[in-house]
């Protein structure tokens, strides 16, 4: 899957929006300077209004593809952060309770590889695979050493990959917020 990032579909748009505009620049000058040949132009319009029209919505269509994959992945992902944190809390780990979290944060790995190109031998959601790489040490005792050390590293690192996908989700700001300390501080 080849996706679209925001930025590049903002340059595709300028660049229809710069074509338009020249159509429509060259269609005024042709009308004051040379009216003779206003006719070969307009026979050309369908062709400059078509093919631009055409590059945006394969633009679009790419962006909401993209969006679209990332939403249905995104949900296993989440719930391989919550359990590799929540596995920190557990007393007496066992052994499938340890391969369920490495299959679940490896799963979560290749999903996330099979959206986004590695760049310079990363990938833009390193941490997931640091966080594997912490369960992986444990493979023999299930157990971290210090728990609580152990918590606070993938909970840090869970963030940090989280908020790196969401940035990816086109988000809009809402309309109205169930949030106290907002509305309190935003009252009319």
């Known amino acids: 899957m080849i996706d679209i990032k925001k930025k590049a579909l903002r340059q595709l748009l300028l660049g229809v929006i710069i074509i338009?505009?020249?159509?429509?620049?060259?269609?005024?000058?042709?009308?004051?300077?040379f009216p003779s040949m206003i006719e070969e132009y307009i026979s050309l319009i369908p062709f400059i209004v078509a093919i631009p029209a055409a590059l945006l919505t394969r633009g679009f269509q790419?962006?909401?593809?993209?969006?679209?994959?990332?939403?249905?992945?995104?949900?296993?992902?989440?719930?391989?952060?919550?359990?590799?944190?929540?596995?920190?809390?557990?007393?007496?780990?066992?052994?499938?309770?340890?391969?369920?979290?490495?299959?679940?944060?490896?799963?979560?790995?290749?999903?996330?590889r099979m959206l986004f190109k590695n760049i310079g031998?990363?990938?833009?959601?390193?941490?997931?695979?640091?966080?594997?790489?912490?369960?992986?040490?444990?493979?023999?005792?299930?157990?971290?050493?210090?728990?609580?050390?152990?918590r606070n590293r993938i909970s840090a690192l869970w963030h940090q990959a989280r908020d790196a996908i969401l940035e990816e989700f086109d988000r809009v700001i809402p309309t109205k917020?169930?949030?106290?300390?907002y509305n309190k501080q935003y009252e009319d």
């Not at 640091?130 to 050493?145: A, L, N, S």
């Not at 917020?177 to 300390?181: E, I, L, N």
């Open 20 to 33: 338009y505009a020249i159509a429509i620049l060259v269609g005024l000058i042709m009308f004051f300077s």
């Open 121 to 150: 031998g990363f990938y833009p959601v390193e941490s997931i695979k640091t966080i594997y790489e912490e369960f992986d040490r444990i493979r023999e005792t299930y157990k971290f050493e210090n728990p609580e050390g152990a």
């Open 62 to 112: 790419r962006r909401a593809s993209y969006i679209n994959s990332l939403q249905g992945i995104w949900p296993k992902i989440v719930e391989s952060g919550r359990k590799a944190i929540e596995y920190t809390y557990i007393k007496n780990p066992n052994e499938q309770l340890l391969k369920d979290i490495v299959l679940s944060l490896s799963t979560s790995i290749d999903h996330l």
């Open 177 to 181: 917020y169930d949030a106290p300390d």
